[in-house]
């Protein structure tokens, strides 16, 4: 399937809202592909892609995951959005054609982050956070920040994710928690 052709198929499933989004992070993550030397189309289709499952709601969510095997745990529960990234690696796969596991690994984490991501991980998930259509405090100094150090850009956006989580006193998925605390690692050395 061609880029012009998930796009048209994703423009069907999506909210108007959530297609500009997507387009929004596609083009993001081909940008930030570029500059810091990431296969640019690969980013285009998993910025596009990111959120194929995002509006899958209710026990189709935990339906989809007993299916496809994706772990549901009590956070998840909790918070099932959060499972949209599992979700979207397998809508990429079996709507889209997707066969790159680079490209899955990248949607599957989005949400979360985890530990040791690789750097089409990492574009697609600070692409997320700073597309074009998000408008909160901070969020000009971390798009600059992810053109300069990709990482830095990362650690600041998981603890502006992990203090609003904390505020909003719901769970902290732990793999965001392995995510910073893998990123803070490996910038010591």
Known sequence: MTINEMKGKLEEVLSSKRFKHSLGVMDTAASLAERHGEDREKA??????????????GQAVFDLCEKYHINVDYITLAQPELLHGPIGAVVAARDYGVEDKDI????????????????LDK??????YIEPGRKFPGVD????????DLDRSILVSLDNTIRY?????????????????????????
């Open 141 to 148: 100094e971390v798009r600059e920040l992810a053109y300069r």
């Open 104 to 119: 899955l690994s990248a949607i599957e984490c989005h949400t979360t982050g985890r530990e040791n991501m690789t750097l």
């Open 165 to 189: 989580v904390m505020d909003k006193g719901v769970f902290i998925h732990p793999d965001t928690i392995f995510a910073r605390n893998f990123i803070i690692k490996e910038n010591m050395r």
């Open 44 to 57: 285009a289709i998993a910025g596009l892609l990111h959120d194929c499952a995002r509006e899958i709601k």
């Open 123 to 128: 574009i697609i998930f600070i692409a997320d």
